[in-house]
């Protein structure tokens, strides 16, 4: 090492280091004009960088966070810090973390606001806290910076199909796919896809979106074959679910998604107890509202009606302080028969908000329970309208399509 | 922090849940920046083969950073991914030639995950459990000429016990027949990274603590390389001068209809190379991905980058070093059209790619710096495994070829962490991957 700063050396080191800090200059030309430490990294999964796996995450955010510490100004540290955090929100679905981020990309926007790099991030967290509407201003405005990156249409689309405007949403998830066919476009045209019940088509493009996901990145990999099996279980093929769920599993063994679609499987075939197993261990790492209501319902189906209830108490519980998502809690109310005027109002706001079919049928749902068939009626036609061949919405539909009909012949 | 944000995290402690945004299957939650090293290209080198100086050998790299000891999501083609190297041999931008590489994953065992079953000794050994099959197909101005194959990729260098007696049991080299009766010759699989250069040249790290200046940052590491090498009549038209680039697609699909997907569907360029470093120097940060999509015929978009670069300025505000004078109809040549008397071809059309003279045969001592050190078989005409690009082109930046004194101007990495091969594809073979233990399920004798 000493021997590279002995003096007929430095004059190339020197200009070592000038090249690198021009061409470093030159790359951040859109934004930063700082002499502060700025670290700089590939993100965490890509090629250079450490893989997805649960102790690399880790570690990468211990990292950024011991960076941070020493130098609160270092920007390339923030966001990575960020990224880093919302895969990991992903795993664990705890919000504190897409908070963290919000608050790292907070202090690099205001000591750099032209940012692409701190902007493109901001659009991410905004869609994770579910704030579609602030994401779509930051997306367009990052969109009309920089034309050609296909992450802001995939922002764009996001916010759009949350929000249930679906023709701005697939024309965004086109026009990513045009500019760059990528595992991140061809998720979303996947779910496009769903939305509209071609679940053979979704099947494709995910299995797309799998063959193009980086081998450095197992948690993507677990994510997007955990989608695959979802999307098999739909179809009424168990055998092939339970294998996507197994290529997760290896890929990143006990990521949720594969763990309770692995549960859904099981149950389903008749291993209830089994898929009750699993779920608890779940629980142990990642308690979700989601995780207490599935607990809840294998436990009501084996008759332990005491047991489940406690878990519809802690569901309950649980999406009371979801704020951003209420939706989730007006359906599990009007699924569970609990407090019905509660889950029309709470579904009545959410749809004032947004008109995704998710939406509409929580509100279909609630207004069934409450006995209002005609309000029931036109939510679950608008949560049919994409042509979506979602069970629970059919079931919905079955449901409050039939008992008109009931009314109708009387 | 706000009163609701407040009861938010009291509700959270309390409870002690933490919430999943929505249920299983809500893509919001889908990666939105995604990596596609499979189809990245690391390098493309072109150089008139020298023990068989009749034939030029075109090889494109691939999966940067490609860790020996990858597993257990090994390192591949991609299935649906479309490679290709193309050839121009008129001048005008457009390829004349291409040869595409089609590759598809095959599984013996589909109840395991394993990569190999047993020691593996042979390109059609069982114990290859999962491995990929490939074709060759040559296209003339549109039309397919021929197809050969399919052929198997040479397996991964995966350790001791799973690879045992590696380079030693098959190469992973096929011969083919071309439709005008020549043979040429094809490989792919893993390789060595050929690439030698000190990555914080480009990265600034930091701290920026140079002490460590001169390491090769890519040392050690592997990549997914496809050689061809053919008869040099085959690729040249009147002009002994050809031009190279590689580009990899994959197929787009629609958002409303499910399409058939195959990569002869609407195909999108994802990656694109030819000229080593122009991404990473010319090409600025947001640009970048235009680049990726685009074609020699479009470059005349990115002509002011070369014309007007920003790092000859920026040398000269710190350094004193004078910037030669723009426009820099020198760099116009390295990277555009080609150096006249050299590989420029005749009636030019400005185009990146690389530029082979292909009448300038072997040198018996090949220097690394190339035409800079009066090797003109050596970059920038062409590109050999051995040429020192990163010296050569930050010399030529700086205006060496114009007559500035900046010959001192390097990385302090001048050759590659192991020696190439002799013989095709030339290459080095790649590193071991230690045998890590997910990849075998029987420990090596002896342990």
Known sequence: MRRFLQPQNLIPVAIIAAVAAMVAYANVRDGRRSRRPYTAAPPIGAPGAPRTSREDLDRRVAEMDARLAKHPEDAGAALLLSDALLRQTRITGNPGLALRAEQLLTRVLRDDPGSYDGNRMLGAIYLSQHRFRDAIRVAEKNRDARPYDPVNYGVIGDAHVELGHYDEAFAAFDRMMQLRPSAASYARVAYARELQGDLAGAVEAMKLAAGATSPTDPEALAWTHSQIGDLYFQLGRHHEAKTEYAAASQAFPGHPFAVIGYAKVIAADGDVAGALELLRRLAENSPTPDLAARTGDLLRQLGRRDEADRQYALAEAGWRGDAPEPKNLARFLAEHDRKIPEAVAIAEAAAADRRDIFTEDALAWSYFKAGRLVDAKTAIAEALRTGSRDATIRSHAAAINGASTALASR | ?447
């Open chain 2, 1 to 447: 922090m706000s009163r609701k944000l407040y009861f938010l995290a009291l509700v959270v402690m309390l409870i002690g849940y933490q919430m999943l945004p929505g249920r299983a299957s809500s893509h919001r939650e889908a990666p939105l920046i995604s990596s596609d090293p499979l189809a990245d290209h690391t390098d493309v080198y072109a150089f008139v083969s020298p023990d068989a100086p009749d034939t030029v050998t075109m090889i494109a790299s691939f999966v940067p950073f490609e860790d020996p000891a990858g597993g257990p999501n090994f390192y591949r083609f991609g299935d649906n991914v479309l490679y290709e190297i193309k050839i121009d041999n008129n001048g005008d931008g457009t390829e004349d030639i291409t040869y595409q590489f089609r590759f598809t994953s095959q599984t013996v065992n589909p109840n395991t995950f394993l990569y190999a079953t047993g020691p593996i000794k042979s390109l059609d050994d069982a114990n290859r459990n999962l491995y990929q099959t490939y074709t060759v197909t040559r296209v003339e101005s549109g039309r397919t000429v021929f197809t050969a194959g399919p052929m198997r990729t040479m397996y991964d260098n995966v350790g001791p016990a799973s690879t045992p007696g590696y380079g030693g049991n098959g190469s992973g080299i096929y011969e083919f027949r071309q439709a005008d009766g020549t043979v040429g010759r094809v490989f792919a699989g893993q390789t060595d990274d050929a690439f030698f250069l000190d990555l914080r040249v480009f990265d600034f790290l930091y701290g920026g603590n140079l002490s460590e200046a001169g390491t090769d940052s890519l040392a050690g590491f592997n990549v997914h390389s496809i050689a061809i090498q053919v008869p040099r009549a085959s690729l040249r038209a009147a002009s002994p001068i050809i031009g190279v680039w590689s580009t990899s697609s994959r197929p787009a699909t629609t958002t409303r209809a499910a399409g058939t997907e195959t990569t002869t569907g609407n195909l999108v360029q994802v990656s694109r190379l030819g000229m080593p470093l122009v991404n990473e120097v010319v090409i600025p940060l947001g640009q970048k991905d235009r680049w990726n999509g685009s074609t020699p015929t479009q470059d005349g978009q990115f002509l002011s980058y070369v014309t007007d670069p920003e790092v000859p300025k920026l040398l000269q505000a710190v350094y004193g070093l004078t910037a030669p004078a723009t426009p820099r109809n020198d760099l116009v040549q390295v990277f555009l059209t080609g150096v006249p008397n050299l590989n420029q071809p005749p009636g030019v059309r400005p185009a990146e790619m690389i530029r082979l003279n292909t009448d300038i045969g072997p040198t018996a001592s090949p220097s690394r710096l190339g035409v800079l050190a009066n090797d003109i078989q050596g970059f920038p005409n062409g590109r050999r495994l051995g040429d020192d690009v990163v010296d050569i082109t930050l010399q030529a930046a700086a205006g060496i070829l114009t007559g500035a004194r900046v010959s001192f101007l390097g990385d302090g990495v001048d050759r590659n962490d192991v020696p190439l091969r002799t013989t095709f594809p030339y290459i080095a073979q790649p590193h071991s991957g230690g045998n890590p233990w997910k990849l075998n399920p029987r420990p090596p004798a002896g342990n």
